[in-house]
């Protein structure tokens, strides 16, 4: 099966701080994406990324940033963490475009 | 772009029911239609997917059926269980979503409660 791995389930930042989000993933997929979750939004895309050292804004880029230097790791940056980031992020990917999506559990990020 | 809705938001059924989730979709070109089932402090896992050259697919007790000339597409529970109680996702690909060629676009969710 597919493993996504977030490092951490739980991380509660200040304002202002540059927050570091890991994923990783064990397929070798090419696509790697993530989403933040809010209650009646459902999941949005922050950026996505189709190769190694490649990415692309998804619908709500603004705040964050990405890096992906390896193929299973995908990072994304709070360049400087707001309130109103305080969400549940998830983090996927998939083998190739149009293909299902694999998710790991989240993170949940509290900004105060 | 594509635009995904889905109704209801929230479902309730007594143990043993039917449920039905159902979605539409905006981009004709859409051609992969995945559902996700989410269970609390998890990520969502991709339970059954359906794309456009089929009308029709099962899985035990899950079907999804997809009608493309509405655009609409359907997820079918027969015999619910309580462990069916979670937060479900559809989605659909787009391949004509500009740079974002073949990303998932998410319906915002349907909470089924399923009653014992």
């Known amino acids: 099966d597919v493993k996504v791995t977030q490092s951490s389930r739980y991380l509660v930042k200040r304002t202002g701080e540059k927050v570091f989000l890991e994923c990783v993933q064990d397929?070798?997929?090419?696509?790697m994406f993530w989403y933040r979750q809010d209650p009646g939004l459902g999941l949005r895309l922050i950026y996505f990324?189709?190769?190694?050292?490649?990415?692309e804004k998804g619908d709500i880029p603004e705040g964050y940033s990405v890096s992906r230097e390896k193929k299973e790791r995908f990072s994304l940056i709070l360049e400087s963490a707001s309130t109103n980031q305080t969400s549940m992020y998830l983090c996927?990917?998939?083998?190739?475009?149009?293909?299902?999506?694999?998710f790991g559990d989240g993170t949940r990020l509290s900004i105060l | 772009g594509e635009n995904v809705e889905q109704h209801p938001s929230t479902l309730s059924v007594q143990e043993g029911d039917s449920a039905v989730i159902k979605c539409t979709y905006s981009?004709?070109?859409?051609?992969?239609f995945p559902w996700y089932k989410q269970e609390l402090g998890k990520g969502p896992q991709l339970i059954i997917d359906?794309?456009?050259?089929?009308g029709e697919k099962k899985d035990q007790r899950i079907a999804v059926t997809l009608n493309k000339t509405a655009k609409h597409f359907s997820l079918h529970i027969t015999e619910t269980q309580p462990e069916d109680s979670a937060v479900y996702f559809c989605?659909?690909?787009?391949?004509?979503?500009?740079?974002?060629?073949?990303?998932?676009?998410f319906g915002k969710g349907t909470k089924l409660s399923v009653k014992p």
């Open positions: 996927a990917s998939s083998s190739h475009r149009g293909q299902p999506q694999h």
């Open positions: 397929m070798d997929h090419e696509n």
């Open positions: 990324s189709y190769d190694v050292k490649m990415k």
């Open positions: 981009d004709s070109a859409s051609n992969y």
């Open positions: 359906i794309r456009s050259n089929v």
């Open positions: 989605a659909a690909s787009s391949m004509n979503y500009g740079g974002s060629q073949g990303n998932l676009i």
